[in-house]
C-alpha cells in the first residue's frame, strides 16, 4: 500500500477517535447542565414573590441606625436567596460529585463511559425539579403577614416531605447533628438515592454484571453513603459558605 494511504488511513482514524471524545465530552455535559439550568429556572420563578415579602419584612423604621442595619441586611438576604435558588442544592452536588469519583472507574472496567455514569446521575437527580416546583407553590400561597426576615428566607424550606417538616409541623427544634439528618431524610433525597443506586446498577448490568436484587442493593447502597456524606460535608461547610454568599459583617 502506499505510504500516503496509510497516513490518510492514520488521520482517519485519528478523525474518528476525535469524534469519539467529542460525544464522550457532549454527553457527559449536556445532561448536567440540562439540570443545572432546569433547576435554575424553576428557582428563579420564585425569586420575584421572596424579594418582595423580604421588602415587606425589612420596610424602614424611621430610625437612621436602625434602616442602616437593615440595608445591609436586605443586600446580605438577597444574595443568599439568589444563591440558595438558582444554584442546585450542594449536599446533591458534593453526593454526585462523591458518587460519580467512585463509579466511574468501577465501571470504566465494564466499558461503561464517564459520560453514561454522568448522564445517569443526573437523570437520577430529576426528583429536585418537584421540590423546587413544590417550594414555589409553597411560596406563592403564603401571605406576607407576620412574616420575619428569616421565615423568608426559610420559606421554600417548609416544603419538606420528611422528618425535618414533620418536626417543623410538631414545632419541635432538632439540634446540630440530629438537625442536619432530618433534613436529609426527605422524601425527594431518598427518591434521588434509589434513582442513582438503579441507573448505576443498570449501566453496570448492561456492561455485564450479574442481574440481582443483592447487586442493585449494592449500588443503592453506595448511593445513599455519598448522599450522606455530602450532607456531612454541607453542614461542615455552609457557616463558610454563608459568610462568603452573605459578605461577611
Known sequence: MPPFSIRRLD???SDARG??????????????ASLVLAVAALGAL???????LLDVALQPTGQEI????????????????????LVVPLPFVAAGALLALAAVPALAGRGVSAGAVWAALALGAAPLLVQRAGELAVVLATPAAGLGPGDVVGLPA???????GALTAAGIAAPGLLGVAAQAANGVGLWVVALWGWGLSRLDRDGGASASGAHVLGWCLAAAAAYAAGWALHAALYPTLLLVVMGAP
Open 11 to 13: 488521520e482517519q482514524g
Open 46 to 52: 420564585a425569586l420575584p414573590r421572596l424579594l418582595g
Open 19 to 32: 469524534r469519539a471524545s467529542r460525544e464522550a465530552v457532549d454527553h457527559r455535559v449536556i445532561a448536567p
Open 158 to 164: 417548609r416544603f419538606n416531605v420528611g422528618v425535618a
Open 66 to 85: 436602625v434602616d442602616a442595619h437593615l440595608g445591609v441586611l436586605r443586600i446580605g438576604l438577597g444574595r443568599l436567596l439568589l444563591f440558595e435558588r
